[in-house]
């Protein structure tokens, strides 16, 4: 497929607010595509690099270069040319990438160029088109739309499905059943305010603990054991305890998700930090495993046997996890009937809290397991409100500071995919915060200037703060109050970062 359709239907889709347009588009894209092409063409659309960054700063980027009169650059060709862009190192790696990016743009047409430059910068991004492609793939190869967003939910990925129903028809999409030992994306939550709100939206739940650890879904299958992380790394070697649970149950084929966590010698939980040093840590596993063990809690199960229990309203998958899981294995929760029972809700958020965790998660209990998806099913409510941002620019430090990347310009998500500046902070960074973000955020810059850098919108960081307030200062109209960064948040895209919709609802008083 040539650069010149990808760039043209990416301007029409961008161009149209109408759904049903935007998927007669897409489909038509997609009849027009190879299965070859759909590795590039889909992140493409989305305004994503397969290879992740290129270390291209805008002074290479800001170069013109005359255009070519007739399109000839293929989506592959393209794809590989950016693939050896990003293989470029060492001394004079500079010049090299100003060579083949000048290369690469020269063979581009005007209409391409732009195109090009909004995706090394990142400005292509488009927001929420990934169900909009569900359909349109859909339509392209005449597989019914609820049978391909199944398989993109279990496959974890557009992509995958979008390249097997291109090459092989509607039949492929057998291939993408629920099945011990391929991970699929977790169900994700939304936010209440209070657990009031939450009970009053779901009527009959389960009002769980929040644990603030990792998530984990745990697959085994006789005596193998695969644990993996919400983003579907294979973390197994570094959680010897997991597997050791695993397979001390009684099942001998599962597939359970829940979260793990370290528990101090007094039963408190450890801090966040201390829970995810242990697991990110891949060293002397033994040694970590003894200073800072971790136990798995669970809370859902996807498979028992060979019945896929998806499909099961929550209080029956339940049943089948307090059949499998004993209960010190399984978080706490309280089951209320509805919002006349919201006391004993409160109750239980207050006695979480008390023994020294997040908030709750609240669950309705007729709701399915919706894989990959934050389904207003679940509800948590955490008395710290935090938000998931994405970093727009940092500034250099001063004194102490100098020479690191200090105060960070927070971004939040617009309804359109792209982002708004909310504010600036500088607090509650660690000197090892300041040191891995210096290099992150140098890694990810699209221009320099003299006071700091402007970074591709790629880095989730969460922040608290202590209010809202109205703003003349920045474009959303509205300001945080004492923003303070509590952690950078890797396993979020920044597609999964706040929205200032979410922003202005949490915060009903405050209006721009
Ligand atoms: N009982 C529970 N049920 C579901 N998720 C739980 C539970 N206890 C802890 N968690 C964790 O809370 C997360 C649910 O919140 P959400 O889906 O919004 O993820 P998140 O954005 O990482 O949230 P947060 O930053 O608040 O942890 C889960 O991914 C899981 O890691």
Redesign the pocket.
């Known amino acids: 497929m040539l650069l010149a359709r990808l760039a043209q239907v990416s301007r029409e889709v961008a161009a149209t607010s109408a759904r049903s347009r935007k998927t007669a588009l897409l489909a038509e894209l997609f009849r027009q595509a190879e299965a070859e092409d759909v590795p590039v063409v889909i992140p493409y659309l989305a305004g994503r690099l397969p290879q992740g960054r290129l270390g291209v700063g805008w002074r290479v980027l800001g170069r013109r270069v005359p255009p070519a009169a007739e399109p000839t650059l293929t989506v592959r060709e393209v794809d590989a040319r950016l693939g050896e862009l990003g293989k470029v190192s060492g001394p004079g790696a500079q010049a090299e990438r100003a060579r083949l990016v000048g290369e690469l743009m020269g063979a581009a047409t005007e209409d391409e160029q732009r195109f090009l430059l909004g995706l090394l910068t990142g400005e292509v991004r488009q927001g929420a088109l990934d169900a909009v492609a569900v359909e349109g793939l859909a339509r392209a190869t005449g597989a019914p739309a609820a049978e391909v967003r199944r398989a993109v939910m279990l496959a974890g990925s557009l992509q995958t499905v979008a390249q097997a129903l291109l090459a092989d028809g509607p039949a492929a999409l057998e291939r993408f059943r629920l099945t011990v030992g391929r991970p699929v994306l977790?169900m994700?939550?939304?936010?209440a305010s209070s657990v009031a709100e939450a009970v009053e939206k779901l009527g009959a739940c389960a009002v769980?603990?929040?644990?603030?650890?990792?998530?984990v879904q745990v697959h085994r299958d006789g005596g193998t054991v695969r644990i993996h992380t919400?983003t579907l790394d294979d973390i197994t070697a570094r959680l010897p305890e997991v597997t050791a649970a695993a397979l001390g149950l009684p099942g001998e084929r599962f597939i359970l998700d829940g979260?793990v966590i370290s528990f101090g010698p007094d039963g408190r939980p450890r801090s966040f930090q201390e829970t995810a040093g242990r697991v990110g840590s891949r060293l002397d596993v033994a040694t970590a495993a003894e200073e800072v063990p971790v136990s798995p809690v669970f809370?859902?199960v996807l498979t028992v046997g060979d019945r896929d229990l998806l499909d099961l309203p929550f209080a029956e998958r339940h049943a089948e996890l307090a059949r499998l899981v004993p209960e010190p294995m399984r978080?706490r929760r309280t089951v209320v009937s509805g919002p006349e029972e919201v006391a004993e809700a409160e109750r239980f958020l207050a006695d979480t809290l008390e023994r020294g965790h997040?908030g709750v998660?609240v669950?309705a209990l007729d709701a399915p397991y919706s894989a990959g998806r934050?389904g207003a099913a679940?509800l948590?409510v955490?008395p710290v409100h935090?938000l998931?941002l994405v970093v727009l620019a940092a500034e250099w430090g001063h004194g102490r500071r100098a020479g690191r990347l200090s105060n960070l310009h927070l971004g939040a998500r617009t309804a359109e995919g792209g982002f708004v500046m909310l504010g600036k902070t500088f607090k509650g960074m660690t000197d090892a915060m300041l040191a891995w973000q210096t290099e992150r955020l140098r890694d990810l810059a699209v221009e320099e200037r003299t006071w700091g850098v402007v970074v591709r919108p790629e880095l989730v960081v969460?922040i608290a703060y202590d209010g809202l307030q109205r703003s003349t200062r920045y474009p959303a109209g509205v300001t945080l109050r004492f923003a303070r960064v509590v952690r950078y948040?890797e396993?979020?895209r920044p597609e999964?970062a706040d929205t200032v919709e979410m922003l202005l609802a949490a915060h009903p008083g405050v209006r721009p």
């Open positions: 977790p994700l939550a939304h936010s769980e603990e929040k644990l603030d650890g990792i998530r919400r979260e809370f859902d978080v997040e998660v669950k934050r679940w948590k955490k935090t998931d969460e948040r396993d979020k999964e």
